[in-house]
């Protein structure tokens, strides 16, 4: 079946430290790939997104690409901050879809 | 532009007692709703989804349910509260055509049972 699988967490980075948040997927087609992001206390927000292989999607100084080949959606982001600290979650749907399948989320600290 | 409420943000509930969980989105007409809940330190699990009025969808059998009396408004419900019905609640909604079908969440209920 279609699946998301993510990094365990937590993630504990220093502020300025570069982040890697590992996502691959196990899917019979080809999904659009999601970041959706949780700060504490609140619902998720979309981050980023690709719908095809070779995009790259971006937003807040983070960065994921759409890899076909490896089946894979990393998230990178060069300097964290301390208000980066939140859970990140993973996702994908397919065309005509109605349901999206989400990782289990990755906690990030970023220490000062 | 296009907004989502739920309410009440928290709760806290006997077991044995009543839920109602209410969600509306602004904006948009006709959206695909969905009800999850996050157990503490956990993922998402998707509970309840809709396209329309009156057509819901459950994904796991369990003494909540979901109605959608209005085509903006989404209500979650149980008639008898357990204690492992705690957690928090989050509705999200999506335009039912445009790709590529990106989600948009409200606040969240935070639930606690007793």
């Known amino acids: 079946g279609n699946s998301v699988t993510q990094m365990e967490g937590p993630v504990t980075l220093s502020e300025e430290a570069f982040l890697t948040i590992n996502c691959t997927y196990t899917a019979t087609g080809y999904p659009s790939l999601f970041w959706y992001v949780q700060y504490p206390g609140e619902g998720l927000q979309l981050l980023l997104k690709?719908?095809?292989?070779?995009d790259k999607g971006s937003n807040k100084g983070f960065e994921a690409t759409y890899r076909k080949e490896t089946t894979s959606f990393h998230l990178e982001k060069g300097s964290v901050q301390v208000s980066d600290s939140a859970v990140y979650f993973c996702a994908l749907i397919f065309t005509g879809g109605f349901k999206t399948i989400f990782g289990a989320g990755t906690r990030l600290f970023v220490k000062a | 532009s296009q907004t989502i409420h739920q309410w009440p943000a928290t709760l806290v509930q006997p077991v044995g007692s009543p839920l109602s969980l209410e969600c509306t989105v602004e904006g948009t007409s006709n959206p695909n709703l969905y009800w999850y809940r996050q157990a503490a330190g956990r993922g998402l699990q998707l509970l309840f989804y809709?396209?329309?009025?009156?057509?819901i969808s459950s994904e796991v059998p369990q003494n909540l349910s979901a109605s959608r009396p209005q085509d903006r408004q989404f209500i979650l419900s149980s008639k008898k509260l357990l204690l492992s019905d705690s957690g928090f609640y989050l509705c999200?909604?999506?335009?039912?055509?445009?790709?590529?079908?990106?989600?948009?969440f409200g606040p969240g209920t935070r639930l606690t049972v007793t």
């Open positions: 690709a719908t095809k292989a070779d």
């Open positions: 809709s396209v329309g009025i009156g057509q």
């Open positions: 999200a909604w999506r335009p039912p055509l445009a790709k590529p079908y990106e989600q948009y």
